[in-house]
Each structure stands twice: as structure tokens, then as C-alpha cells.
């Protein structure tokens, strides 16, 4: 069974720093582009970020980028994102997402994370 | 960016209804369209990819089409269990992706 677990949100004041950590089982997690997408409450999805394969490409919606680090390590089975300078309008559920996609071929989001609650503020 | 604006924002309907979503984007994306479902405190759900592929395991009364810049989710004969929120999400910037705000179907 295919399985995502997102762990790492809390209370964080502004500026901070939090790490988030996704663990992925019952699939060939290496093989997979895997994704960050977020909702604020009471809001809608956003895509946050994405990361290939091998972890050497890495994209970013505008609003995170050069404050947010994707990373992977495919001995672990892990889905990184480091979260830095921390803003209120970061607070939101943070899922992992699986991408059935390629580099240049589109994909989708068959399996998702129960997600992790990350609170900014002071 | 490409944009992406679903409508209606939020729905009512009742039990055995048929149900139509519409979801626009700000250019062409052709096919490159997927749909998802979400209920509240879950995680959102797969439903439709490439604009029209039933993910496996979804029932058949959820349908999708269309190409270009104008789709559609249509959910055949509501049941209970289909009130929820549904997004939809382009794929054609792959691997960064934009999602429609989402459209609340709520029960009459």
C-alpha cells in the first residue's frame, strides 16, 4: 500500500525556520517527482514545490522561492522541505504529494499525505 | 502563469442530481487537466487525469472532458458521499502546477 506521512509542522514565530519531513512507503519512491502543496486554512490548494527523481531539479511557486528548500534522500524513503524567514501568510497544512509526471511530460497527484499543520506566528 | 477559475465558486444540490463543474484556464493546456475531490480535515483525492481518465477505483459516475481551455466534471447522480469540495489542477507548466480555487458542493 502506498503510503505518504508527513511529519515537522508546529507553531513558529515569524522569521523562523521549520523543517518538514515526509516519509513514502509501499512504493519506488526514487523513480517518482514528488511534490509540496499547502492550504491555508480555510482556503484552497496551492502547489509549492517540486523535485526530481534524482533531486537535482528543483521548482517553486513565486511566493516561497529563495525562502523554501526542496530536498529528497532516496536511501530514506524522504521528502524534505526546509522552510526559512518564515512568513503569516506560510501558515497552512502542508501535504506531500506523489507525481505520476516526468520532466516534460504532465502529470497528476495519485497519492497524498495526511498533511502537517505549520502555524506562523508570534 | 497560467490561471485557472472554476465556477461556480460553491453549489447546491440534492441527492440523484446531475452536477456540472466548470473549470477555465488562461490559455491553451489541451488535455493537461486533472480533478480532484476533497472533504473536510482530508487529504484531497485523485479523481480524473489528462482531462477525461477515471482514476482506478473512482466510481463511474464522475466524468470529465474537454480540451483547450474550457473542462468539465460531471458527476452523473449525486450520492452522499460526493459532498465535498473539487479542485481542478493544470499540468501543462509540469513540474509546476497551478490549482482552480475550488467549487463547495453542498447538500440542498
Known amino acids: 500500500e502506498v503510503q505518504l506521512v508527513e511529519s515537522g509542522g508546529g507553531l513558529v514565530q515569524p522569521g523562523g525556520s521549520l523543517r518538514l519531513s515526509c516519509a513514502a512507503s509501499?512504493?519506488?519512491?526514487?523513480?517518482?517527482?514528488m511534490n509540496w502543496v499547502r492550504q491555508a486554512p480555510g482556503k484552497g490548494l496551492e502547489w509549492v514545490a517540486s523535485?526530481?527523481?534524482?533531486?537535482?531539479?528543483?521548482f517553486y511557486v513565486a511566493s516561497v522561492r529563495g525562502r523554501f528548500i526542496v530536498s529528497r534522500d532516496n536511501s530514506k524513503n524522504s521528502l524534505i522541505l526546509q522552510m526559512n524567514s518564515l512568513r503569516g501568510e506560510d501558515t497552512a497544512i502542508y501535504y506531500c504529494?506523489?507525481?505520476?509526471?516526468?520532466?516534460?511530460?504532465?502529470?497528476?497527484?495519485?497519492?497524498w499525505g495526511q498533511g502537517t499543520l505549520v502555524t506562523v506566528s508570534s | 502563469d497560467i490561471q485557472m477559475t472554476q465556477s461556480p465558486s460553491s453549489l447546491s444540490a440534492s441527492v440523484g442530481d446531475r452536477v456540472t463543474i466548470t473549470c477555465r484556464a488562461s490559455?491553451?493546456?489541451?488535455?493537461?487537466l486533472n480533478w480532484y475531490q476533497q472533504k473536510p480535515g482530508k487529504a484531497p483525492k485523485l479523481l480524473i487525469y489528462?482531462?477525461?481518465t477515471l482514476q482506478s477505483g473512482v466510481p463511474s459516475r464522475f466524468s470529465g472532458s474537454g480540451s483547450g481551455t474550457d473542462f468539465t466534471l460531471t458527476i452523473s447522480s449525486l450520492q452522499p458521499e460526493d459532498f465535498a469540495t473539487y479542485y481542478c489542477?493544470?499540468?501543462?507548466?509540469?513540474?509546476?502546477?497551478?490549482f482552480g480555487q475550488g467549487t463547495k458542493l453542498e447538500i440542498k
Open positions: 523535485i526530481k527523481p534524482e533531486g537535482s531539479d528543483r
Open positions: 509501499g512504493f519506488s519512491f526514487s523513480n517518482y517527482w
Open positions: 504529494a506523489r507525481d505520476q509526471g516526468k520532466r516534460f511530460v504532465p502529470g497528476w497527484f495519485d497519492a
Open positions: 489528462a482531462s477525461s
Open positions: 489542477q493544470e499540468s501543462f507548466s509540469t513540474p509546476l502546477y497551478t
Open positions: 490559455l491553451n493546456i489541451r488535455t493537461y
